[in-house]
C-alpha cells in the first residue's frame, strides 16, 4: 500500500477511494494527536465547492467530535484563509477539504499546524500509522466530554481584510475582470477587488458543486481571455478551485503566467528594496528567460525541486520573501504561510497600478523560451526511472538540445501521470522530442 498522505494531503475519487470513513478516521487520528497536548483541540475547517465537500466536512467533523475535539466549520473559504485564520486564532489545527484544481468527481484533506504551515512528513506519518492501526484504541470521550461544532463563516471577512492590507495602493481608475472558478474563491476574491476601488468583472462566481473548474479558472484561461478584451479591461486575473494560485491575463487577452507574475513583483520589489538578498525561490520547471531577466535586473534566483513545500522549505531557510511555481502557486511569506492566490492577485494589480504601464509591457520584460510540457497517462508511476528505454531517449533528447536547452521529467504527486517538459529554441524540435519520451513512457508504464 502506497503513503496515504501524497505531496498534497490525501486525494483521491470521493465517496470511492476518499471516503467518508477515512475521513472519519482521520478527523479522529488528528484529534488524538493534536491532543496529547491540548484537552480539547480545535481545528479550522475550510472546503471548496465540490458537492463532496459537504459529505466530507459531516465525517471528518464527526471523527473529531468522538475524540473530543471542536470542529470550526469556516465554509467556502480559500485554502490560504484556513492557514491565516488557524494561526490568527490559535487553532491547534487547520484542514482544508478540497482538490484544488483536479476535476470535481475528486477531493482531498490536507492539514496545516497551528502556525499556519502545511503539516511535516513525520506528523503525516503519525496520523497514518492510527488511521490504518488494525484496530482503533484512541480513547472515546462522552458526557461531556464529546466534542462540538461551531460554523463561523463570517471570519471570511477577516481574512478578506488582512489581504487588503498586504498593498499599500488602491486599485481606483482600474477595470479588473476576475475568474473564481466557481471554486473557494467566489466570494472572497471579487470582495478584496472591490474593497480596494477596482472596477470589478466577476466571472465563475455561482457554483453548484459540479462546475468548479470546469471550463474555467487558471487551468482555463479562454473565457476569461476574451472577457477582458471585450470589456477593454486592465488586467485579467483567475484563480483555481482552492484559490491558492493565481494566473493573469493582459490587457491584450494574452496570458501572464506565473513566472512573468513573479518577475513583476521581484522587479517592484527590487525598485523598493524590499527583495531579501534580491533573491527569487523558482522550481526547475521555472523558464530560462525568469533566470535572464532576474540577471539582468541585479537580482538572482535560487532553483528548488518541483512543489511549493521546497519553495517554501529554501525561503524559510535563507529568510526570502518570494517565490513559487509557474502554474502561479506563489509565497509572500511576509504576508502568508502559504501560496497564496489572492495576495498574489492584489500585489500584481498593484505593481501595475504603481508602475504606469500597460500589464503587455510589464510581461514582456522576459523573453519565453519555447517550452513544451506533456503529460502522460500511466498505469504505474513505479520504476520509470529505471526504465532503460526511457533513459535512452531521454538522453538522446538532451544530447541534441545541448547546452541551449533542457529536459525534465517526472511522476506528478498527485495523479496518475508522468510529465515531460523540455525547454529550447525551436518548438517543433522540443514537439518531436518530447512526443518520442513521451510515447515511449506511455509504452513502457502501460
Known sequence: MGRLFGTDGVRGLANAELTP????????????????EHNRPVFYIGRDTRISGHMLEASLAA?????????????????????YLTCKHGAQAGVVISASHNPYPD????????????????????????VNAQSDAMPRPTADG??????????????????????NTTLSGMKIVVDCANGAAY???????????????????????????????STHLEQLQ????????????????DADRCLAVDETGDSVDGDQ????????????????????VATVMSNLGLHQAIKNAGGKVLVTPVGDRYVLEAMLKHNLVLGGEQSGHIIFSHHSTTGDGLITALKLAAAL??????????????????????????NSKQGWQDNAKIAAAIKAGEDELGDNGRILVRPSGTEPLIRVMAEGPSLPDLERIVGNIAGIIKQEQA
Not at 21 to 36: D, I, S, W
Not at 116 to 127: F, H, I, M, T, W
Not at 261 to 280: G, Y
Open 187 to 217: 466570494e472572497a476574491a471579487p470582495a478584496a477587488l472591490k474593497k480596494l476601488g477596482a472596477d470589478v468583472v466577476v466571472l465563475n462566481d455561482r457554483p453548484d458543486g459540479i462546475n468548479i473548474n470546469a471550463g474555467c479558472g
Open 226 to 241: 476574451s472577457a477582458v478584451v471585450q470589456h477593454n479591461a486592465d488586467l485579467g486575473l483567475a484563480h483555481d478551485g
Open 353 to 378: 497600478k504603481q508602475s504606469g504601464k500597460k500589464m503587455s509591457a510589464l510581461a514582456k520584460v522576459m523573453t519565453k523560451f519555447p517550452q513544451l510540457l506533456v503529460n502522460v497517462r500511466v
Open 21 to 36: 470513513e477515512l475521513a472519519f478516521k482521520l478527523g479522529r487520528a488528528a484529534t488524538y494527536y493534536f491532543g496529547r
Open 107 to 130: 477531493n482531498g484533506i490536507k492539514f496545516f499546524a497551528g502556525t499556519g504551515y502545511k503539516l511535516p512528513d513525520a506528523v503525516e506519518d503519525e496520523l497514518e500509522k492510527l
Open 63 to 83: 471523527g473529531i467530535c468522538s475524540a473530543g475535539g471542536e470542529a470550526v466549520l469556516l465554509g467556502v473559504v480559500p485554502t490560504p484563509a484556513v492557514a
Open 146 to 167: 464529546v466534542g462540538f461544532i461551531t460554523r463561523k463563516h463570517d471570519l471570511l471577512d477577516e481574512y478578506v481584510d488582512y489581504v487588503v492590507g498586504t498593498v
Open 261 to 280: 507574475i513573479m518577475l513583476i513583483c521581484a522587479l517592484e520589489m527590487l525598485k523598493q528594496n524590499t527583495l531579501t538578498d534580491n533573491t527569487l
